[in-house]
């Protein structure tokens, strides 16, 4: 699982995605090469979807790996 907050002049938010640390950097080494326009994730929190992303939407993208938590 992986962390990601999303930033530009309009929103703050932080979300968190099925997809691995390592899976979302070789997905931005794709969007660098010109192979993909957009990462394509499964959202869990806040709430459960499909999403996309364009990196050029955002001002500011952090990408951090997610601690799993104790039940």
Known sequence: MT???LQN?????????????K??????KWIEQ???QY???HQIEP??????????NF???DYYEA???ES
């Open 47 to 56: 709430e459960e979807r499909m999403i996309t992303i364009s990196p050029k």
């Open 59 to 61: 001002a500011k993208i």
């Open 67 to 69: 601690k799993e938590t």
């Open 23 to 28: 899976r979302i950097l070789d997905m931005l």
């Open 39 to 41: 990462l394509a994730l």
């Open 3 to 5: 962390e990601i907050r």
């Open 34 to 36: 010109g192979n993909m």
């Open 9 to 21: 002049p309009y929103m703050d938010e932080t979300i968190k995605v099925k997809e691995s640390y």
